[in-house]
C-alpha cells in the first residue's frame, strides 16, 4: 500500500481550503485500507477518512493518516421487484444516482445531484426533498479503523436520524461499500418543496421518476451554488429542532418563523430564515462570505483559511442564539 507524505488537500475538499495531510493514502480494496490502517496505527498515528471532501471544514491541518477510500463498482442483483445495488464507496454519488435513472431502478431521484461519495452517504444520512438515504441503504460494509475488523451493519444498525448516523457519531468506521435497496416499481414522491410546482410549470401531470429527478435538478442548480465554480461545502448549518413550547414562544414573537412540524410533535425551524433575519444573507467577512441568494451557504470568495470560516460561523451562531435563544449546529465536520 502506497502511503504518501505531505499532500496538499486544497484540490479534495470542495470548501478549497489549504490544509496539509502528513500522511495519505487511497486504498483500491478492503485489504489495502487495512494495511494502510495497520501502517497508521502501529505508528500511534489518527486517522481521517476523506470522501470527495464536500462536507468538511479544513480549519487546521489534519494530524495522521488521511485515507481515501478509493473502492469502485456497482452491481445490481434483483429480488422480484427489488434491486439490491452493490456500491464501492468512492462512486461518485451523484453519478450513481444518474446511472440508477438510466437502468430504471428507482427510488433515488429526490437525491439527485448531492456531491460527494457514495461511501459518505450514510455517515450524514444525506437527504433532499422528502427522502433520506435510511429510506433507501440495505447494508453498510465498514472496517474499524482501529482494530481492522470488517462488519456489516443493517439498516437499523446504522441508527439513522436526521442527518446523523453511528458512523458520524462514532467516527470509527472506514465505510468500504454499501448495498441500497431500490424498486423496478416508481414511488413518485413530489410532496416536499417546489417539486410540484416546477412539474407544473412544465405542464407534467403524471410525472415519471425521471422527471421527479430533473425537477430537483432543476431547483438545486438554480439555488445552490456549484462548488466547481464558488468553493461551499453546502448548507453550513443544520436546521435546528425544537420542542413544541419552545417553538409556541418564538411563534408568538415571531408568528412568519418557518417551521415543519416532526412525526414525535417537536418542530424543525429553517435555519435559513432565522439566518435571514439577522441580516446575514449576503454579508461578509475577509474572504469568506454568506451567498446573497442563500442564507445556509458559506462560500469561499478566493483565499478563504479554515479560521476565517470558522470565525463566520461563530458570528451566525451568537446572531441567532442572540435574536432568537436558538443553537445552530455546524452540518460539516469541522477539522
Ligand atoms: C453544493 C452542496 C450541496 C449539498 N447538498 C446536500 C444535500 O442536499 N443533502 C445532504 O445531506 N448533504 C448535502 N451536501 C453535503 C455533502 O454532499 C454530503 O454530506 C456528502 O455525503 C459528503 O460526501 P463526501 O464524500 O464529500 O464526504 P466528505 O466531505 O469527504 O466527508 C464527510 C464525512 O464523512 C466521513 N466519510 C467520508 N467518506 C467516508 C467513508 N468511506 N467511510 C467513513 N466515513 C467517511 C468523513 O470522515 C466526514 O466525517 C451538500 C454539499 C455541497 C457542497
Request: hydrophobic fraction near 40%.
Amino acid at each position: 500500500m502506497k502511503i504518501l507524505t505531505n499532500q496538499p488537500l486544497r484540490h479534495l475538499n470542495s470548501f478549497n481550503l489549504q490544509a496539509n495531510a502528513s500522511y495519505f493514502a487511497s486504498p483500491a480494496n478492503v485489504e489495502a485500507a487495512k494495511a494502510a490502517l495497520d501502517f497508521a496505527n502501529s505508528k500511534a498515528l489518527p486517522i481521517l477518512v476523506l470522501g470527495g471532501g464536500t462536507n468538511i471544514i479544513f480549519s487546521k491541518d489534519p494530524h495522521g493518516l488521511v485515507i481515501k477510500p478509493g473502492m469502485t463498482g456497482r452491481k445490481a442483483s434483483f429480488d422480484n421487484n427489488d434491486v439490491y445495488l452493490h456500491v464501492g464507496a468512492n462512486e461518485g454519488w451523484t453519478e450513481l444516482v444518474e446511472w440508477t435513472l438510466d437502468n430504471q431502478y428507482w427510488g433515488l431521484e429526490n437525491l439527485s445531484l448531492i456531491p460527494g461519495t457514495a461511501g459518505a452517504a450514510p455517515v450524514q444520512n444525506i437527504g433532499a426533498y422528502g427522502v433520506e438515504l435510511a429510506d433507501h441503504l440495505y447494508q453498510v460494509h465498514a472496517i474499524d479503523i482501529k482494530t481492522g475488523q470488517e462488519r456489516v451493519f443493517n439498516n437499523s444498525e446504522c441508527e439513522f436520524s436526521y442527518r446523523n448516523s453511528r458512523f458520524k457519531a462514532q467516527q470509527k468506521w472506514l465505510i468500504a461499500s454499501i448495498i441500497l435497496k431500490l424498486s423496478l416499481t416508481p414511488n413518485i414522491r413530489t410532496g416536499y418543496g417546489t417539486i410540484r410546482q416546477r412539474l407544473i410549470e412544465l405542464g407534467i401531470t403524471k410525472p415519471t421518476p425521471v422527471d421527479v429527478a430533473k425537477a430537483v435538478i432543476y431547483i438545486r442548480q438554480s439555488k445552490l451554488p456549484d462548488p466547481a465554480i464558488t468553493p461551499n461545502s453546502g448548507s453550513f448549518f443544520s436546521n435546528p429542532i425544537v420542542d413544541r413550547n419552545k417553538f409556541e414562544l418564538l411563534k408568538d414573537k415571531f408568528p412568519d418563523i418557518v417551521s415543519f412540524a416532526q412525526p414525535d410533535g417537536q418542530v424543525k425551524l429553517a435555519a435559513a430564515w432565522l439566518i435571514e433575519q439577522c441580516g446575514l444573507k449576503g454579508f461578509s467577512k475577509g474572504a469568506v462570505g454568506i451567498h446573497p441568494n442563500h442564507a445556509l451557504v458559506m462560500i469561499n470568495h478566493g483565499k478563504a483559511t479554515g479560521l476565517e470560516v470558522m470565525e463566520l460561523a461563530k458570528i451566525v451562531q451568537d446572531s441567532v442564539m442572540d435574536r432568537f435563544k436558538v443553537s445552530l449546529e455546524i452540518e460539516p465536520r469541522v477539522i
